[in-house]
C-alpha cells in the first residue's frame, strides 16, 4: 500500500468509529430520557447498563482508531493489519 492509501483508510477508520461514537451516545441519553420519572424499572435499568456498555465500547473503538492515525502521522507506524 502507498502512503496515502494507508493515511485513507486510517482516516475513514477514524471517521466511522467516529460516528459510532456519535450514535451511541446519542443512544445512551436517549435512553436516559425514555424514563419520564427519573427512577427506571427494573428493564430500564438494564437499558441504561446495556447503552452505557456500547457507548464505552465505541468510545475504545474510537481512541484505538485515533491512536492508530496518529501514529501513522508521527511515528511513521504501519499498523500490522495494513502492511503488504
Known amino acids: 500500500m502507498t502512503r496515502e492509501e494507508i493515511l485513507e483508510v486510517l482516516e475513514q477508520e477514524l471517521a466511522t468509529a467516529r460516528e459510532k461514537s456519535a450514535q451511541a451516545s446519542t443512544d445512551f441519553y436517549a435512553t436516559l430520557n425514555d424514563i419520564p420519572s ?47
Open 38 to 84: 427519573g427512577l427506571p424499572h427494573p428493564d430500564g435499568t438494564q437499558r441504561i447498563r446495556n447503552a452505557s456498555i456500547r457507548c464505552a465500547q465505541s468510545r475504545t473503538k474510537l481512541v484505538a482508531a485515533m491512536t492508530r492515525l496518529n501514529n501513522y502521522i508521527i511515528h511513521g507506524t504501519v499498523p500490522g493489519d495494513l502492511q503488504a
